[in-house]
């Protein structure tokens, strides 16, 4: 019985990091992207990609768990502040927050 427990457990564990890992490389893409519409002054892209990020990385938050979530978390609050930069017109603090962000994700997606 315990070495039932044990597999589903490790199974359990193991699904939910390939998880994690899928949303924290789609957020990674999106991410990049957003950096590379900013850098050509598409700041509309840029959020789009963004929101698109902030999305994954919230998906990869919910399966996370210890210094991996952390990071995700600090990840998805650098991107809530590159919108929040798109929003008061400063392009480039925006990315420099997307940066930041992926860094964060990158340390998570390590850990998860």
Request: aromatic fraction near 4%; glycine fraction near 6%.
């Amino acid at each position: 019985m315990k070495k039932i427990i044990l597999l589903i457990s490790s199974l359990m564990f193991f699904s939910f990091s390939a998880l994690a890992e899928q949303h924290a490389d789609a957020a990674l893409e999106h991410a990049n992207a957003a950096i590379i519409q900013g850098k050509d002054g598409n700041i509309n892209s840029l959020a789009e990609h963004v929101v698109q990020a902030q999305h994954h990385t919230e998906e990869a938050i919910k399966v996370a768990q210890g210094p991996a979530k952390a990071h995700l978390e600090a990840g998805f609050k650098h991107l809530h502040d590159a919108m929040k930069s798109v929003h008061e017109g400063h392009g480039s603090k925006a990315i420099e927050h997307v940066k930041t962000a992926i860094e964060h994700i990158k340390a998570g997606d390590k850990l998860a």
